[in-house]
């Protein structure tokens, strides 16, 4: 017999596919990632791909190229440790690029699963490149934030600083969130907490409805024994996670991800009350452990699926 739960699920779901149904009748491309932003990769990779077949404007088939790398990239999430899906979704975002090789998003897309995949050498270029279309354009802002990133993987936190700072000051006088978030998640790292909340603090001046923001807020407030204000600071990522769910709720990352989250907010909860006195290992180790920093925030070797440099 199915649980309350269940039958909402069911009829989530039910409801999810009419409504995929009758966006792919009306628009193919839009109907196809509706099915990848709901987590169904197999089904939408065969949509992109019959979309391929009979693409007959490059507009359509650059735009198909690129989401059916998102949703071979999406398969890469669900399956750390696997190459062939990030190959796969390298050899998309290529595909787009040879269509339209001016698409700054193609671009950091590509140099995002290059760093995936080991080949930090080709990220770099890419993200080079990007760098030149954004300076033509505007100013550098993601080719910062996404090198940044990268040496952040490879230990280099003093080159991300940098790289963010670079970014944070090409906005300036306008707060913006990307630059500071992953300045603060370096400083973490770094040991320097209450460095750390000023970055978020100045990163919620441009962007009051970042969830994960608020949790990394709370990572730091709990590292300097403010358990109060990271408690309030899970609160309000609660808050914010409601009024925007993740659809993907089947996905193997998600239900990581809520555990996780789950576990640090009780230890804050317990610690807020006086009950218990974390040791910083456990509070770094849950702070750390999501699907993202676990699997895909670590240095690795080059991918033996790809060509020699």
Request: hydrophobic share 45%; proline share 5%; with cysteine.
């Amino acid at each position: 017999m199915k649980t309350t739960g269940a039958i909402a699920a069911a009829f989530f779901f039910a409801a999810l596919g009419s409504a995929v149904a009758a966006v792919a009748a009306s628009n193919p491309i839009e109907g196809a990632k509706a099915l990848s932003d709901g987590g169904n990769y197999d089904e939408a990779i065969k949509a992109f791909s019959k979309i391929i077949d009979e693409a007959r404007d490059r507009a359509t088939l650059e735009r198909a190229y690129f989401e059916r790398a998102e949703a071979w990239h999406g398969v890469a999430y669900e399956r750390p440790g696997e190459d062939e899906p990030l190959v796969n979704a390298l050899e998309d975002y290529t595909r787009a690029i040879r269509v339209h090789s001016n698409n700054q998003l193609t671009r950091r897309a590509r140099a995002t699963v290059y760093a995936e995949l080991g080949a930090y050498e080709e990220a770099f270029e890419e993200l080079k490149a990007l760098e030149r279309l954004e300076a033509a354009t505007n100013v550098p802002f993601w080719s910062l934030v996404r090198t940044g990133g990268i040496k952040r993987v490879l230990g280099d936190y003093e080159g991300a600083i940098s790289a963010f700072n670079q970014a944070i000051a090409n906005y300036a006088p306008e707060p913006v969130m990307p630059p500071n978030y992953h300045k603060a998640i370096t400083l973490l790292k770094m040991g320097e907490p209450e460095s750390a909340l000023k970055a978020l603090d100045d990163g919620l001046r441009g962007q009051t409805d970042y969830a994960s923001a608020f949790e990394f807020r709370a990572c730091a407030n709990a590292a300097l024994g403010r358990f109060a204000e990271a408690l309030d600071d899970l609160k309000k990522s609660d808050a914010l996670g409601a009024a925007f769910p993740d659809p993907q709720v089947r996905l193997v990352s998600v239900e990581h991800d809520r555990r996780v989250e789950a576990e640090r907010r009780a230890l804050i909860t317990e610690a807020a009350a006086g009950r218990v006195a974390p040791a910083q290992g456990v509070l770094d180790q849950l702070c750390f452990q999501s699907w993202w920093m676990t699997h895909f925030q670590a240095r690795r070797d080059r991918s033996p699926l790809l060509p020699k440099p």
